[in-house]
């Protein structure tokens, strides 16, 4: 075991990829201990992707790159702008509120970064921010990204914990909440102390029409919901209450109706049973060609196809990090690692919190050097078991787990959204870990409370881990 540990992190060390440092430190194993047959390896690797729910992957991907070429991302800017643009930095609560609705379209935090973080970071420049304040509040609000559902690191952690994967979608939606009220009190906090003025005046119209749009969106299921209680059938209901929603937008031109809709599209068709958290991904995707191709008529041939080839890019890469960290961590299994560090947990302590206390400290520190997904894969056939010894939720876990390596994309050395804030915001990645600091606190306080308050996750009815 020591020897595919220490392979792997000296391969990394030397700046090989996480990848290629796992499927070599493996085969490396294999070869010198002869512990399986070298076949393994390749069996191994594909019997890691070979999994329904990892469907969900590239079409999560490919709805977020749709999204961002359909011109939403606009929309959802400027939506948020009339809803909180005219309280002190508004700007930045317009960053945190823009993440939030991204995040139910996406469920990736490079892909808030890169899409709707680029207008964020630009207009905060334009209206006189720092720039350290704008990429600071934007790599923060990106990690709103995979808690609030839907989320690729969960669809992840559910195919390796065997979990429900619509259990982790609906957990998520509270600590998503209690994390963007921690940053827009961390905002205000700044706004008072540096002078930062509204940005937009105080319009009671603007205001009234962003809450209205609010309001429409959730007329949407208290209207299927009347409609049923009338005698119609469910699905009649939902058709009739979206063709409404559809001819409503259309007439009025709605900044973010749409764009708002698809959590709850994607959440409602969950908790109907009409479709499984894989099968979601899909309907994400048919939801952002519709937006793009028949409602606001954006998206092109040419952008289509960037955004396919821009999906297939990251999913290959994702994919390798799962097929390279299968048999990683298929041999940390066999090779009993996971024994030896629950021995080793409970010659430590034999208390619940003292052990979240110790894994949360770990995951911080596997973050800052570890890809999400490798980390995920690596760690939870680890971590999980000695989890359920001390009586801990794999739900509650999954949230956690998240959250810590959500943080550690903001971390040097291999923090990706680090590194893609750097590059749109043209600042040196020093700089630019500097801005993000201050940033990290609201993080770490949602940290805790998500830790040590289960119920902020645990809130939904024990029928919901049903849905898969």
Known sequence: MLLLVG????????????????????????????????????????????????LAVPFFILAG???????????????????????????????IIGSVIFSGMSGTALADAAGIGTIEIKAMKDHGYPIDAAVGVTAASATLGPIFPPSLPFVIYGMMANVS????????????????????????????????????????????????EVLVVAAFPIGCYVLVQLGLSINIAVGIALLVLIV?????????????????????????????????AMAA????????????????????????????????????????????????????AAQ????????????????????NILMLVVGCFLDTIAAI????????????????????????????????????PLGMVLFVLSRVAKLSVERTTMAILPWLVPLIVALLLITFIPAITLWLPTEMELIR
């Open 7 to 54: 392979g792997f992190l000296v391969l990394m060390l030397i700046g090989v990829p996480a990848a290629v440092s796992m499927a070599a430190a493996s085969i490396l194993y294999l070869v010198i201990y002869g512990v399986a047959p070298d076949i393994i390896a390749a069996q191994r690797m594909i019997a890691g992707v070979e999994s329904f729910p990892l």
């Open 248 to 280: 409503a937008d259309w007439y009025f031109d709605f900044s973010a109706v749409m764009a708002l809709m698809t959590p709850v599209i994607l959440i409602g068709g969950m908790t109907m049973g009409w479709f499984t958290p894989t099968e979601a």
């Open 165 to 212: 994967i619509g259990a982790l979608f609906m957990a998520g939606i509270l600590p998503g909440v209690v994390m963007t009220v921690l940053m827009m009190i961390t905002v205000a906090i700044f706004a008072y102390r540096r002078g930062w003025g509204s940005d937009t005046s105080f319009e009671l119209r603007r205001l009234a029409e962003a809450a209205g």
């Open 377 to 412: 894969t690596i760690l939870v056939p680890i971590l999980l078991p000695v989890a359920a010894v001390y009586g801990i939720n794999p739900v509650h876990f999954g949230l956690i787990m998240t959250l810590n390596l959500m943080i550690g994309l903001l971390h040097p």
């Open 65 to 95: 790159n749709l999204m961002n070429i359909a011109g939403v991302t606009g929309r959802i800017y400027s939506f948020a702008l009339a809803l909180v643009g005219w309280m002190k930095g508004g700007l930045a609560q317009v960053n």
């Open 285 to 336: 995707v048919i939801w952002s060609l519709f937006l793009g191709l028949v409602r606001y008529r954006t998206m092109t041939l040419r952008l289509l196809a960037k955004a396919s080839f821009d999906t297939i890019e990251t999913t290959a890469s994702v994919l390798f990090i799962v097929t390279a960290a299968s048999i990683f961590a298929w041999l940390l299994t066999v090779s009993q």
């Open 340 to 359: 030896l560090f629950s021995n080793f947990i409970f010659a430590l302590t034999e208390n619940k919190w003292v052990f979240l206390i110790l894994v």
